[in-house]
């Protein structure tokens, strides 16, 4: 009986704090309180209440007192026994409930925990983000060169859409990858890839419209797609066929609401690089269900092999085509936030949709100006970029030599990534008994200071993958595949 009024108390007090037990679970782990998964399930589901020192601090967490927690005295109205000073309640705010199915674990609570290691003084490798600069990786001077003189001419906002000479750049650009029917007009320059994502969702989707995500994803796709009311409808990418969209399961999941498909090629996290033939198959899909198609290309100059990347928008002129790039990755300029958006193909069938990007992108007012003003620098002329990609170049020799080490380590096996600057090994979860992969990225971090993000964290269902980024040099590198091959010597779930 009192285990069950006690449970009653929490859930109610958990509901009001929006916490779920993974919450309690972190928060219990920050107060270095030891409660494990299945004592906090026991509680909720009533079949037994916490010693006296755990009560309390669940009673502190949840804002509430410890007798109304454990179901004795207490006001019948349960709000009043929340975050009281005095007399004087105090209101407490909660996040948007619009977040409640949005994830991006490239910076969750996996990263929180190993900026608290840090904190307090461990050393953590972290292999989880693409910032190419904190691994070494700088600018062309002339970037630099050009931004410095540009500057005072930067001052003030620009075209909502962004500089002439950028578009034009982007434009020309645009011309050489045989992408069909591009004015300056059409395109949108942005702080990043991420802020435009983040508008041509909002501007497309009501609520209950179907876009169709790869999966494994860049999460911002689905965490976009869902801030803006639509679903995110993943089809797979086929590990066994390099990574290669699924064009069965892509048709399998069109319905009468999916509005568009969104590609990400090169892909993150796979390092898939999409060939021709697969391509025109996407293509054709979206012809025969007049879908548009969203195409992520920020990899687009990071090509590994010295194989071509085609953009999709090249192949679909009478199609509403829209294709994202930026200097995050190519240019290792991801913190002066440069991206840029293009709309291309059959714009008719997208005029409306077109005031609306219009709408949303003249509220920004306009992208950070000082990064606009080096586009055309970046994009004209030889890019530096190769001699990071070729062979003895850094990314080139850290792909081959993570790719092998990888495949050596017993229990792990990895496609090898054409572009890009990661690579999504596969575990053999039998093997180590894991059903959690963020519990073991967790244990990892823990146990060998090394930060990953697991196949969740982008969106991937089974929980059998994992996401390294290998710009770290190859001594770091070693260093990491040398505590994983130990870790998995003993690791069981
Ligand atoms: C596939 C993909 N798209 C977009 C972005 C965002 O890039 P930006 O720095 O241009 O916002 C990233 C960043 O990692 C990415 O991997």
């Not at 409808?233 to 069109?254: F, G, L």
């Not at 994992?466 to 001594?475: D, K, M, Q, S």
Request: with cysteine; charged share 20%; aromatic share 10%.
């Amino acid at each position: 009986m009192e285990g069950s009024t006690f449970a009653s108390r929490l859930l109610e007090a958990m509901k009001h704090k929006n916490m779920k037990q993974i919450d309690i679970l972190r928060a219990a782990e920050n107060a270095q309180i030891k409660l494990g998964k299945s004592h906090i399930s026991q509680y909720v589901s009533g079949k037994t209440v916490p010693r006296e020192g755990i009560m309390s601090f669940l009673a502190d967490t949840l804002g509430v007192s410890v007798s109304w927690l454990r179901g004795g005295e207490a006001s019948s109205d349960p709000k009043s026994n929340f975050s009281n000073q005095g007399d004087i309640p105090m209101r407490t705010f909660q996040k948007s409930s619009k977040l409640e199915h949005v994830l991006y674990d490239v910076r969750g609570p996996v990263v929180e925990e190993a900026a608290r290691m840090e904190a307090a003084g461990t050393h953590v490798l972290k292999l989880n983000i693409g910032n190419p600069a904190p691994f070494g990786f700088t600018a062309p001077d002339e970037v630099i060169f050009d931004m410095q003189s540009q500057l005072t001419n930067c001052e003030g906002y620009s075209h909502a859409k962004g500089l002439f000479s950028a578009r034009k750049a982007i434009m020309q650009y645009m011309q050489n990858k045989n992408v069909p029917n591009v004015s300056v007009d059409d395109i949108y320059t942005g702080n990043g890839v991420s802020e435009l994502i983040n508008l041509s969702m909002s501007a497309l989707l009501d609520t209950g419209d179907e876009v169709l995500i790869p999966s494994p994803d860049y999460p911002l796709w689905t965490a976009c797609v869902t801030l803006s009311g639509g679903t995110a409808v993943h089809y797979i990418c086929d590990e066994q066929s390099d990574w290669n969209p699924d064009i069965a399961d892509i048709r399998r999941k069109i319905t009468s609401k999916t509005k568009a498909i969104v590609i990400i090629n090169p892909n993150n996290p796979t390092g898939a690089l999409y060939p021709r033939e697969v391509l025109q198959q996407i293509v054709d899909v979206a012809r025969e269900f007049g879908l548009m198609i969203f195409s992520d290309e920020v990899y687009d100059r990071l090509i590994l092999n010295g194989e071509q990347h085609i953009s999709i928008a090249s192949l679909a002129p009478d199609l509403f085509c829209v294709t994202f790039s930026g200097l995050s990755k190519s240019h290792m300029i991801a913190g002066f936030r440069v991206g840029w958006m293009v709309i291309s193909g059959n714009k008719r069938l997208g005029r409306d949709y077109m005031e609306g990007l219009n709408m949303l992108s003249n509220m920004r007012l306009c992208s950070n100006v000082p990064a606009q003003s080096i586009v055309q620098t970046a994009l004209g002329g030889y890019q530096s970029v190769q001699n990071y990609i070729t062979p003895g170049g850094r990314v080139y020799e850290q792909c081959e030599y993570i790719y092998k080490a990888i495949n050596d380590i017993p229990g792990l096996s990895a496609v090898k990534p054409k572009a890009g600057f990661y690579i999504f090994p596969k575990i053999d979860v039998k093997r180590f008994n894991i059903t959690d992969d963020e519990q073991f990225t967790f244990d990892l971090l823990r146990e060998k200071k090394i930060l990953l993000i697991s196949g969740k964290g982008f969106n991937w269902k089974q929980p059998d993958h994992f996401r390294i980024v290998y710009l770290p040099r190859i001594e770091v590198l070693e260093e990491a595949v040398e505590k994983m091959t130990d870790f998995f010597k003993y690791y069981r779930q």
